[in-house]
């Protein structure tokens, strides 16, 4: 055997070196094919279709109807309007508070840093159903904590939360501060990468803590919070967990959790219009591309990559 | 420094001063970071707190923290409630036997041999006594409404098959990405780091009719068989890892004789324990979190429910009884939290790995 590689030219260790990563690469090309690059075009063409999971043998092409449907569907604006709401509302925090706990946890000054990593990152473990529950017993409006809280230092009656059509999307917001977990390590990651000279040049140069983090911090880890922008908007059309839970599937109170992936499960597996649904899908994959083309396009006046990119 | 300008009397009051302002920054984020913590932590106190509660301590209107419940006090063969009554010089525990409008008849449990007397002030006003009196009935309660022992049985075995799954798929891949030159090998790795961005709602509608044609609707095998075919980020995080060994020891193994199956088992394996823990443990994690795809297949096979839809139905229940529910999230939780504070330090690596590196 080793005699035979000797004498086979360059070509054959190479077709051989090929043969295997093929192999092993196999699974998830097979996996690609069956899982992702198949169903994601099944799933454009059932887009055309009206098929019904309950009649499948009445499927019918429906050409662009299904894509007309939306421009005079009173819910798919619902959906994209509590979509865009809860983006307005949660993505700030979902960056603010990851980094204010990244710079806290990073700090010279915090005695015990690693207890509080562990102890800030230990929620993002618990199941969101767990999340939901808990939170939504704190916030309950008559036996929870919040509210009680609220009344005895503020003196002031706390809102129904997820009862209450204004305020169950900042209540979802004030949930989803549990699970910044996984953000603040990886910001933690960037704030510990900063040059330690870049803080002593600036030190020398007499900056404040304010200017340091201005002009040294904030450009050095603009990359990373860049990338939980991109993830962040990309979950909120993705969020659906919290909202089903709170509202029982159906978008309670009064469709204000509405959710546009929760819109979509309803439409294919509710109402089993599952045409529709690969429509919603589509639609929604098509705005998640966009939006991080457009965010990579813009990503140059804001972000700072090191070594000049 | 400055101190030697001054006269020797005042050093060591200027030094003391200097350690002080020296030492102020720490007091003063250390107390921040520990009343942030602890808000931030105020609501497991809740859920333990609560899942000690009978649901009349929950609803009492005076609101005690912890699990306690009013003291009564036996006079004459008849309960009496404990209040904390304001008297001339102090607060004195009495007990209320007759209550009336301005002023009311007590007894004192600590002299009950002086017999009943009255006390002026609206009894309403005063706060009852309490004392601590947790229950622990919520545990077996909820466990039994919901079924928390079959819905564990079935998320661990869920889980663990996925687990095995994912770890085989994704080390060959990976391994496959990192050591093997296959013309286009770049695009394919970037083809594959780009199915991170698909959202899966695009593959569910054709995903799930495909397995509900060949039979597998009802059944877990949706939530398992599609994890032995590799997944972007765990490929990412061990194809980083295994880059990282140096491939001088390969080399030597290969002209030793070793095929590439010897190579991946007895050279990279044994150095990358800890990356193949992290992914072991996200997808555990993940597992024991999915709600989508449990709900999705496993609707209307209520006896393989998995613990987040299996808690889930019992939500309307739980609304109106926090006792309960926050007994079950303390079970449900209890499982994935020992697990992170064991493997912790391997779990954080591996965030940082696929988070920051891209």
């Known amino acids: 055997?080793?005699?035979?590689?000797?004498?086979?030219?360059?070509?054959?260790?190479?077709?051989?070196?090929?043969?295997?990563?093929?192999?092993?690469?196999?699974?998830?090309?097979?996996?690609?094919?069956?899982?992702?690059?198949l169903p994601t075009l099944a799933s454009l063409a059932f887009s055309f279709t009206n098929y019904n999971p309950l009649h499948p043998d009445q499927i019918s092409f429906a050409?662009?109807?299904?894509?007309?449907?939306?421009?005079?569907?009173?819910?798919?604006?619902?959906?994209?309007?509590?979509?865009?709401?809860?983006?307005?509302?949660?993505?700030?925090?979902?960056?603010?508070?990851?980094?204010?706990?990244a710079l806290l946890v990073n700090s010279e000054h915090l005695l015990g840093k690693n207890i509080y990593r562990?102890?800030?990152?230990?929620?993002?473990?618990?199941?969101?159903?767990?999340?939901?529950?808990?939170?939504?017993?704190?916030?309950?409006?008559?036996?929870?904590?919040?509210?009680?809280?609220?009344?005895?230092?503020?003196?002031?009656?706390?809102?129904?939360?997820?009862?209450?059509?204004?305020?169950?999307?900042?209540?979802?917001?004030?949930?989803?501060?549990?699970?910044?977990?996984?953000?603040?390590?990886?910001?933690?990651?960037?704030?510990?990468?900063?040059?330690?000279?870049?803080?002593?040049a600036s030190k020398v140069d007499g900056a404040t803590g304010i200017q340091r983090f201005r002009h040294v911090t904030l450009p050095i880890i603009s990359p990373i919070i860049f990338y939980q922008l991109v993830l962040a908007l990309i979950g909120s059309f993705q969020y659906f967990t919290q909202?089903?839970?709170?509202?029982?599937?159906?978008?309670?109170?009064?469709?204000?959790?509405?959710?546009?992936?929760?819109?979509?499960?309803?439409?294919?597996?509710?109402?089993?219009?599952?045409?529709?649904?690969a429509t919603l899908a589509w639609v929604m994959f098509v705005a998640v591309l966009l939006i991080t083309i457009f965010l990579f396009r813009t990503q140059q006046r804001w972000v700072y990559y090191a070594g000049g990119d | 420094m400055a101190s030697q300008t001054l006269g020797a009397p005042a050093k060591p009051r200027f030094q003391a001063r200097l350690r002080l302002r020296k030492l102020l920054p720490y007091i003063g984020i250390s107390t921040v970071g520990l009343v942030i913590l602890l808000l931030f932590l105020a609501p497991l106190g809740y859920m333990s707190l609560t899942a000690f509660k009978t649901i009349i301590q929950?609803?009492?209107?005076?609101?005690?923290?912890?699990?306690?419940?009013?003291?009564?006090?036996?006079?004459?063969?008849?309960?009496?409630?404990?209040?904390?009554?304001?008297?001339?010089?102090?607060?004195?525990?009495?007990?209320l036997v007759k209550p009336g409008r301005e002023e009311s008849d007590y007894v004192d449990p600590q002299n009950p041999e002086l017999?009943?007397?009255?006390?002026?002030?609206?009894?309403?006003?005063?706060?009852?006594?309490?004392?601590?009196?947790?229950?622990?009935?919520?545990?077996?309660?909820?466990?039994?409404?919901?079924?928390l022992g079959r819905l564990f049985r079935n998320t661990i075995i869920i889980a663990t098959l996925g687990t095995i799954g994912t770890l085989l798929s994704s080390v060959l891949v990976a391994y496959g990405f990192a050591r093997f030159r296959v013309p286009g090998i770049s695009i394919l790795f970037l083809l594959l780091i780009s199915t991170i961005i698909l959202p899966r709602q695009v593959t569910l509608i054709p995903t799930y009719i495909f397995f509900r044609t060949i039979g597998w609707g009802g059944t877990w095998l949706p939530l398992i068989v599609p994890h032995f075919f590799a997944n972007a980020y765990n490929v990412f995080l061990l194809r980083?890892?295994?880059?990282?060994?140096?491939?001088?020891?390969?080399?030597?193994?290969?002209?030793?004789?070793?095929?590439?199956?010897?190579?991946?088992?007895?050279?990279?394996?044994?150095?990358?324990?800890?990356a193949l823990i992290a992914v072991g443990l996200f997808h555990f994690f993940f597992a024991w979190n999915d709600f989508f795809e449990p709900l999705v297949y496993l609707q209307g096979r209520e006896d393989l429910y998995?613990?987040?839809?299996?808690?889930?139905?019992?939500?309307?229940?739980?609304?109106t009884q926090p006792g309960l529910a926050m007994a079950a999230s303390m079970m449900a939780i209890a499982l994935p939290l020992i697990m992170f504070f064991l493997a912790q330090k391997v779990f954080v690596q591996g965030i940082v790995v696929t988070g920051v590196e891209k």
């Open chain 1, 63 to 101: 050409g662009f109807s299904n894509y007309a449907r939306l421009f005079t569907d009173p819910f798919f604006r619902q959906a994209i309007g509590v979509t865009l709401r809860f983006v307005l509302i949660s993505v700030p925090f979902a960056i603010i508070i990851p980094l204010g706990l």
């Open chain 2, 115 to 147: 017999g009943v007397f009255t006390v002026v002030g609206r009894w309403r006003t005063f706060d009852p006594v309490y004392e601590l009196n947790p229950t622990t009935d919520n545990f077996p309660t909820s466990w039994e409404q919901v079924n």
């Open chain 1, 243 to 277: 909202a089903y839970i709170v509202s029982n599937g159906r978008g309670d109170p009064n469709g204000s959790t509405m959710f546009y992936n929760l819109y979509l499960y309803r439409t294919a597996f509710n109402f089993l219009d599952m045409g529709y649904g």
């Open chain 2, 306 to 319: 998995t613990i987040s839809i299996g808690m889930t139905q019992f939500n309307n229940i739980f609304n």
């Open chain 2, 58 to 95: 929950v609803r009492d209107p005076h609101s005690q923290w912890l699990p306690s419940s009013p003291v009564n006090y036996t006079y004459e063969g008849a309960e009496y409630p404990l209040l904390m009554v304001p008297t001339d010089d102090d607060v004195r525990e009495l007990a």
């Open chain 1, 118 to 200: 562990t102890l800030f990152f230990m929620p993002s473990m618990i199941p969101v159903v767990v999340n939901v529950m808990v939170w939504r017993g704190i916030m309950n409006s008559e036996t929870g904590w919040l509210n009680r809280m609220l009344s005895f230092v503020f003196g002031i009656d706390g809102p129904n939360w997820f009862q209450d059509e204004r305020w169950v999307l900042p209540a979802l917001t004030l949930m989803g501060v549990w699970g910044v977990g996984n953000a603040m390590i990886i910001m933690l990651a960037g704030l510990q990468n900063v040059p330690t000279e870049l803080y002593d």
């Open chain 2, 240 to 274: 980083q890892y295994f880059r990282s060994i140096p491939r001088d020891l390969d080399e030597a193994a290969t002209l030793d004789g070793a095929s590439p199956w010897q190579v991946l088992w007895h050279v990279i394996l044994p150095q990358s324990i800890p």
């Open chain 1, 1 to 37: 055997m080793a005699d035979k590689t000797q004498k086979t030219s360059g070509n054959n260790i190479q077709k051989r070196e090929t043969r295997w990563g093929l192999l092993f690469l196999s699974p998830w090309l097979l996996g690609f094919l069956i899982f992702t690059l």
